[in-house]
């Protein structure tokens, strides 16, 4: 087996499992590094395929394919967080993969997720594990009259989420989710939402983004902007937030740390998404060194780059039809279009950053 | 015959001839742009194909394979300015090339191209044409003592030039050129050198970046640094000298217009490179729109994206060995690599860019 005593040296191969936007914009930060890409991906027509000369399409547990991707690379990571465990562990037996499986398996979960972050004496929503609708119904009785049924795995976008408002709602929900096994959150009635994105290096190093402040729509990520309200005090608690997590998985690469900014100021983590994070798109034009570039400084054990922001930034998705508007857009700001064919209903298309001048 | 009335829109796919590390830029950003691109270059090796999925390695002559390679774009630009004119009228007749032919052609040649600056009424040091070495002693005879002898055409980073002080010595320099035909040029005492990194939209819109401060070393770019010691006013007649030039060629794409900043604050042209520039590469970090993004846009009919600086920036080329010290480069900025196997003397390895607060 591979090991990585050393870093990945330039004109070395880091392989990304998952061949969206995410994969693609890591592929071209790698690119600007030396590193050569290779995309795994289980479909042939995958964005990422289009700016790397070495791509595996193959189903994510074929594990021949896995064994043989795993051979032509020498550090390999994920735009997704959801590949079977089994599937890790083949690809872990053969080359260094980064994050670590156990950073992965502890976040593809939810209850396992929620669990690891109490322990670690940060707040949450109130949580309850929903393995059966009677289980269902118990639970909703101990929240004070809201809460949001979600799947414990799979889930993003919104997918897998109903918000409840009674005992029969839950139990209801949880029957449309085909007996998944879930986990009932409380309803928390914060301020606003922002996001850490933050890298930990193979060395431990530790470097954090300044917060975004998020606004979605439909359950998608509409807008994130930098600065957000937060005061200094906040930001800085909301990085040491995002360190204690990232040391506690001893993680390596970028994470990202959804939070609530509760109406009394305090910080409830939301969610840890172990990978780049649309909320850190706008660190593409606003710093020096990107998320992306970031998370393949950390894969190939390289030292961090630097997190600093240089321009103020508001990001903004663009969706489903959106993008037929892609030249006017192109007039307003920096644009990414991710070479996907078909713009669907809520399907990410691209997004487009302006930069104002700081403060 | 493809015709380009429309832009080329997201999906559609930009030919560059040439892989090198400009290639490889470029087609980082027709990425970006939600464009695909085809790269078209003599050895089967080049940089730029490790960043895409169409490629094609093929000579610059090969008719049928340009001609196979122009149906496959929507569009065809060059990272370099020195395709045989015959292979570029080939392309032209079957599918939009931008710059044009007569672009190309003008710039091609030492000669044509000072004549042509001479004609707009734009300075240039003194130049004569050299067909043989008795006309290169004449030559000489006009200038005041010391001169450059250049050949006309395939020159670059010092190749095919030589320092003259005497009619001796500048008919041997012409004969160490192996009688290719040539000018010489008279010695200017300038006081540094600048550069307009501007593009000219299909539409006839001009957007020029701020002219950096270019420092060279054994005739290759060290070093550009932006802002430069220009006054404003000397940066509003450097930006409308390379809009007269741009004009007046029907320019399509991005150029860059070198000078010398005289002893008494005048600007001389002393060359043209109808492509992206190496002394523009801080336009990654340091602008919303870089050359490479701004060069795309030109090429595939979109409008110009915003030259406007936010940073002050110092780009920094990596040459031959230095490349080897790249872990300590990771930690001091902005690192590009190019994804060259070996690092030859003299040889661009890659860049650095450091940014800094704007003033």
């Known amino acids: 087996m591979k090991t990585l005593e ?6 070395g191969t880091i392989g990304i499992i998952g061949g969206g936007q995410l994969g693609r914009m890591l592929s071209l930060a790698a690119a600007r590094l030396g590193l050569k890409s290779c995309i795994y991906n289980d479909t042939p027509d995958a964005p990422a395929f289009q700016v790397t000369q070495n791509a595996v399409a193959a189903l994510y547990d074929d594990l021949n394919m896995l064994a043989g991707f795993a051979d032509a690379c020498d550090a390999v990571t994920f735009e997704f967080e959801n590949l079977p465990a089994h599937a890790i562990a083949h690809l872990a037996e053969r080359v260094p993969v980064r ?15 929620k669990t690891f972050v109490e322990k670690l004496g940060l707040k949450t929503a109130p949580f309850f594990d929903v393995t059966s609708a009677e289980q269902a119904r118990e639970a909703f009785g101990k929240l004070n009259g809201k809460g949001i049924l979600k799947t414990r795995r799979f889930g993003y976008d919104g997918k897998g989420q109903a918000k409840v408002a009674s005992a029969d709602d839950t139990a209801r929900a949880f029957e ?24 930990r290096g193979a060395d431990g190093a530790f470097a954090a983004y300044d917060p975004p402040h998020n606004e979605h729509e439909n359950h998608i990520l509409r807008r994130s902007t930098v ?18 997590i990232a040391d506690a998985l001893d993680y390596v690469g970028v994470l990202a740390v959804e939070m609530f900014v509760g109406k009394d100021g305090g910080l409830l983590v939301n969610e840890i998404a172990p990978r780049v994070h649309n909320s850190g798109h706008w660190t593409i034009e606003a710093c020096q ?27 903004e998705n663009i969706i489903g039809a959106e993008a037929d508007a892609w030249e006017a857009l192109a007039r ?15 399907r990410k298309m691209g997004h487009v950053t302006r930069l104002r001048g700081k403060a």
Do not use: N
């Not at 050393?6 to 004109?11: E, F, I, Q, T």
């Not at 499986?101 to 997720?113: G, I, K, N, S």
């Open 176 to 199: 449309s989710f085909k007996g998944a096994p879930s986990i009932l959150e409380g309803f928390v009635d914060f301020s606003y939402e922002v996001s850490v994105v933050a890298a």
């Open 332 to 346: 307003g700001g920096a644009l990414h279009l991710y070479g996907k064919k078909e713009s669907r209903p809520g």
């Open 289 to 315: 060194c990107s998320q992306f570039e970031q998370h393949i400084r950390a894969v190939a054990g390289w030292p961090l780059g630097d997190p600093v922001r240089h321009a103020d930034a508001v990001m």
């Open 227 to 244: 600065p957000s309200q937060l005061t200094p005090a906040q930001v800085s608690e909301a990085k040491a937030m995002a360190k204690k």
């Open 99 to 113: 994050p670590g499986a156990h950073a992965l398996a502890m976040t593809q979960d939810r209850l396992t997720e």
């Open 6 to 11: 050393k870093p990945v040296p330039p004109g």
